[in-house]
């Protein structure tokens, strides 16, 4: 706590970029909790919160190759502020959805701030490196990857009370003013957030792309970092299934919805804290990165054998321990590794896959759940994590033997 105070006063612009993060990651869970209690309330079932957390995941997939691309070509701190401005006011569209007439305009709000999400997001990764002192971006990451959790735990948490107590249209007001907050903050930082570019160094969108997947697919340490994180998002779509084990199977309603994935975000604030530092830099990493991968799926398994609902709340930040741990090692390995002239595209490669699968996985649980038991398919979810990490354990064998490599 004593490094990250002092990281946090001495660098004024990472300090601003930090609050936006807090904010931002806050407001868009306490929106987001409420929107799915509502949808379940109004469409009685779990499809159209598995159609809107798939339309948060899908539309970035999708963006991410161009977004990354926008990232090493435009100014990265005007992406990041204009996309934070446009998603306030697409938050307010969450004010007209009401009935079962106006589930289409959940789907459609959620899907455009995925959009402007997949432009701010590889932006504000690759800047880290750019606003942080190279001793300070391992600590930067164990601090990025805290934040996004202790908001999630907060901000979900919060949604659950305040839709309870205010109704959900204060809290889409709530998050439409995070955003505003989160452009004026960035707005004011004054470190560049990327190298200086040569005109030559803008290729086309085709061009830049390819450069993109030649540099990952000369570099078998990069393809491994960007093909881990997938494992957790297996076991995320079961993030759908939350109101429906919350309601239906332990009839704890919108706040117990709220606790779960306040338990989540708890998981994934906590693991960077304990795991995110140990052995990154070390051969030992290939080996941690699939054991937090198979840690979530098994505990993901126990959670759907859990008789009580605090159980299955302590199981579930477990489970996420992993979670949030797998994220922060493998984001500082590509940051270490990849330079800074690829590493916006890189970046969205990365989160584009792990949201596809998340997106895949989570219309999967959307439908099957009207059909299939919530607690087999929690358990379905959590079998798939393990089986990957040990796929993807067998593939990294030949990197085990030396510590992961620093770019130039």
């Not at 307010?92 to 402007?116: F, K, M």
């Not at 990025?144 to 204060?170: E, R």
């Not at 604030?269 to 795991?275: I, S």
Request: glycine share 10%; aromatic share 8%.
């Amino acid at each position: 706590m004593r490094a990250w105070l002092d990281l946090l006063r001495r660098n004024r612009d990472f300090r601003r970029v930090y609050l936006s993060e807090l904010v931002t990651s806050g407001g868009d869970w306490f929106a987001l909790i409420p929107l799915l209690t509502l949808l379940k309330d109004i469409t009685d079932g779990g499809l159209a919160g598995g159609l809107v957390l798939t339309a948060d995941t899908a539309v970035f997939a999708l963006l991410a190759p161009y977004a990354g691309t926008l990232a090493d070509r435009l100014d990265r701190k005007r992406l990041i502020v204009g996309s934070e401005a446009a998603s306030a006011g697409l938050a307010l569209l969450l004010l007209l959805v009401h009935d079962r007439s106006t589930v289409w305009i959940a789907v459609l709000a959620v899907g455009l701030l995925a959009a402007t999400k997949a432009i701010a997001t590889p932006a504000s990764s690759a800047a880290t490196p750019n606003i942080v002192a190279p001793e300070d971006l391992a600590l930067a990451n164990v601090m990025n990857g805290v934040a996004w959790g202790s908001m999630l735990a907060v901000g979900a948490a919060l949604g659950g009370v305040g839709a309870a107590l205010f109704g959900t249209d204060a809290c889409f007001v709530i998050d439409a003013v995070s955003f505003a907050l989160s452009a004026v903050l960035v707005s004011r930082c004054t470190v560049p957030f990327q190298q200086a570019r040569e005109s030559s160094e803008h290729p086309g969108f085709g061009d830049a792309i390819h450069e993109a997947v030649t540099f990952a697919r000369s570099d078998r340490s990069v393809l491994a970092l960007i093909a881990v994180k997938p494992g957790v998002a297996f076991a995320n779509g079961s993030l759908v299934l939350f109101p429906l084990l919350a309601t239906d199977v332990f009839h704890q309603g919108a706040a117990g919805t709220g606790l779960l994935y306040a338990a989540r975000g708890l998981g994934a604030l906590t693991g960077p804290l304990l795991l995110g530092s140990r052995g990154r830099d070390s051969a030992a990493m290939w080996w941690m990165l699939a054991a937090f991968v198979s840690a979530c799926g098994l505990l993901y398994v126990l959670v759907a054998a859990a008789p009580y609902f605090w159980m299955a709340v302590l199981l579930v930040a477990m489970a996420h321990l992993g979670g949030g741990a797998n994220w922060t090692v493998s984001t500082y390995g590509l940051q270490k590794r990849v330079p800074d002239r690829v590493l916006g595209r890189v970046m969205s490669a990365d989160f584009m896959l792990v949201t596809l699968v998340i997106a895949l996985n989570q219309i999967v649980a959307g439908l099957l759940s009207e059909v299939v038991g919530t607690r087999l398919l929690l358990g379905c979810f959590g079998l798939a994590s393990v089986g990957y990490a040990m796929v993807w354990l067998t593939a990294t064998r030949s990197l085990r033997r030396t510590p992961l490599p620093t770019g130039a």
